[in-house]
């Protein structure tokens, strides 16, 4: 996709500059766009920018973050099913190469961070119970967060409205259970919230078991009319979380249930306990806006191999890491003007892990193999302008710039492990500007350029093809961002967006070898992404029927060397989503959804690749009220066709073993009871 057509797509909208000019007030809902820390109307903000509404979603068992992000475009979404390596979030094909968890992308919630300084975060951690809401930001204004600025997923909790008790059980195939308590007090100056849920499994396949409890505070505290204290606590513990493993091929078509043998010989499994506190400030006036936001944390995890690790040198097969993270964010916004706003902040940020490895003797710790201490101290400073030109042209321009100091201190040392300590320090500038021309009252365009950065991570730099110790080699990707966008409203009730983006990357960070768990990582020369994405929203039949339809075109290819032109690995090239909602009378109601996904390969050689799936989903609700009792009911049959899918590819794994099942047909169950006070 050339620059030129980026650059015209604001003016091909001229053409429909006389549609309605009445804005419909029922859907320009006002959203929270991240990137900014401001408030702006969907239509008039420059990015591609999609807030859901957890409710409009399908039921869920609340144990998969990919489950909210459904038909988000510009978002894809691997399900792994298997509990020890969560879910993989990726954003225009930055995140692709996470082995686990997340990666290249800012996850907050309530504008914490849950991403670690080094751009790494796990989406298990987050209570989904709490969740209304849910932001996706895309394009080049993400850069302005800083370090893996891919994208920004912004996940959003709401105080309690009235005082309540809430219990509710969830269950599903594989002796899934999963139960909760919530309870809220809203008063005038605090509300307070408590939560608990336990969930277990014995999974799809064998050895594939799972629990998990985790806790949740929350106190909303209103100091003045003008002034609001937040103090938030999570804690999240899974003392036991089997990996059955991913599949061949060969394996995934003969059986997608079985498990592989090592797992089971080696007892692979994980063990993760998290926990995170905050305290958040906030002071708003017409015309200025502070916060201040501190945060600390740890996350203790034992994860088994599928393998000893009994050279001296293999770092080991049993990973003992301890984590400990903080970090302070100031923030300032002031309106100089009617026509312009400046904002700017400040963050500090800081993680310690002290990691051990071990041999792995059969599914039991042996001999020690590393130890080492890792510190991350990343600062920031950032600064953003919004500028009304005109009456309906608008420039937005922001700059930041990270310091990352990265230091390794190994304690394992011999004449066969020599000391592997070591360090690195990046200085790295991200910035990023939009225009935006409105049209009219119901269509606006805009163009947005950016260059960001992405570090690697700690994880990432833990291991080297030969020999032991940090990979000094692996440096930070630079990209380059070019998109232009269309929104409009269309008719009463409808709202259409459409973008396209043009990215350029130079020492993408990309999967080297993958073997059994283990990961290491390279740079590629560049690489291109090149995409489109569309989304139409809004409802019929008196507003009791509502649809929504999104579709993601993006190709994502190497630019240099002998892998010119192949696709990059788990990256699908085409995604489409559609659902619609449907209210009946008396509480009822129904909904039907259906998602296709493009082929994605396992490898950069393009050999293999894990093919293209249809899945139709289908849920019903139902609520009942009895004075201040409520009683609420859902049943989802997911994978309505029992279709056999690839929930996620293994990037580059060494073994072939690159497919991870995704699951056949399931009924889950849904019932809360709550009671007002």
């Not at 990919?66 to 930055?94: C, H, K, W």
Request: charged fraction near 20%.
């Amino acid at each position: 996709m050339k620059y030129r057509t980026l650059l015209g797509l604001p003016f091909m909208a001229a053409p429909f500059c006389y549609a309605q000019q009445t804005a419909p007030e029922k859907i320009d809902e006002h959203v929270v766009v991240t990137a900014t820390q401001s408030q702006q109307s969907w239509l008039t903000s420059p990015a591609s920018v999609t807030r859901v509404d957890t409710t409009q979603q399908l039921p869920s068992l609340n144990i998969d973050a990919g489950d909210m992000l459904e038909g988000i475009p510009g978002i894809q979404a691997d399900s792994r099913y298997n509990y020890a390596q969560d879910t993989r979030l990726v954003i225009r094909g930055f995140g692709a190469r996470a082995a686990f968890g997340v990666r290249g992308l800012q996850l907050n919630i309530d504008g914490i961070p849950l991403s670690m300084p080094d751009g790494q975060a796990q989406t298990s951690s987050i209570m989904l119970d709490d969740i209304a809401s849910i932001e996706v930001l895309r394009g080049p204004l993400a850069v302005l967060y800083g370090n893996a600025g891919g994208g920004v997923v912004e996940w959003q909790s709401q105080a309690p409205m009235s005082s309540q008790i809430a219990l509710s059980t969830k269950q599903s195939a594989d002796n899934l259970q999963r139960y909760g308590a919530d309870l809220q007090y809203a008063g005038e100056q605090h509300q307070l919230k408590l939560m608990a849920t336990d969930f277990t499994t014995d999974g799809p396949r064998p050895h594939n078991r799972a629990e998990r409890q985790q806790q949740a505070l929350r106190w909303y505290m209103t100091l003045s009319d003008n002034q609001q204290l937040v103090l938030r606590y999570d804690n999240n513990y899974a003392p036991l979380l089997q990996d059955p493993s991913a599949l061949t091929p060969a394996d995934w078509r003969a059986d997608p249930t079985q498990t592989v043998q090592r797992a089971i010989d080696f007892d692979t499994r994980k063990r993760i306990h998290h926990r995170q506190g905050s305290l958040s400030w906030r002071y708003e006036t017409d015309h200025q806006n502070y916060r201040l936001s501190a945060w600390q944390g740890d996350r203790d995890i034992v994860q088994f191999l599928p393998f000893s690790g009994a050279d001296l040198t293999s770092s080991g097969a049993v990973i003992d890491l301890s984590r400990q993270f903080e970090g302070l964010h100031a923030f300032a916004q002031w309106q100089l003007s009617e026509q312009l706003d400046i904002s700017g902040g400040w963050m500090h940020e800081s993680q310690q892990d002290h990691r051990f490895g071990l041999v792995n003797d059969n599914g039991s710790r042996g001999e020690l193999r590393r130890d080492e201490f890792n510190h991350i101290d990343s600062q920031s400073l950032y600064l953003r302008s919004d500028w009304q030109l005109a009456d309906n042209w608008q420039v937005n321009a922001g700059i930041r710039y990270n310091e990352l100091d990265y230091r390794v201190m190994d304690y394992y040392i011999s004449p066969a492990n020599p000391d592997d300590s070591g360090g690195k320090t990046f200085d790295e500038l991200s910035a990023a500007a939009a225009v935006t021309w409105q049209l009219s009252e119901t269509i606006s365009s805009y163009l947005s350029y950016g260059e960001g950065f992405e570090t690697p991570t700690l994880t990432e730099l833990a291991y080297r093809n030969q020999g032991s110790g940090l990979n000094t080699e692996l440096m930070p990707s630079t990209n380059k961002q070019l998109e232009a966008g269309l929104k409009a409203y269309i008719a009463e009730n409808w709202r259409l967006g459409l973008s396209v983006f043009d990215i350029r990357s130079d020492n993408e960070i990309l999967v080297d070898q993958s073997n059994d768990g283990r990961t290491t990582y390279r740079n590629a020369a560049k690489t291109a992404r090149e995409g489109l994405e569309l989304s139409l929203q809004g409802s019929l039949i008196n507003d009791r029927l509502d649809a929504w339809v999104s579709y993601t075109h993006l190709s994502a290819t190497f630019e240099a060397g002998e892998l010119t032109g192949n696709q990059l690995p788990g990256v699908a090239k085409n995604q489409w989503y559609g659902r619609i909602n449907y209210a009946l009378p008396q509480q009822w109601q129904v909904q039907v959804s259906a998602r296709y996904r493009d082929s994605a390969y396992s490898s950069d050689n393009n050999q293999v690749k894990a093919p293209s799936y249809t899945l139709f989903d289908a849920a019903v609700r139902k609520s009942w009220q009895w004075g201040e009792h409520q009683l609420e009911g859902w049943l989802l049959l997911d994978n309505i066709t029992d279709k056999a899918y690839v929930g996620s590819v293994v990037v580059n794994q060494g073994s072939g073993r690159s497919f991870e099942p995704g699951i056949g047909r399931q009924l889950s169950v849904g019932l809360e009871w709550s009671r007002r006070f």
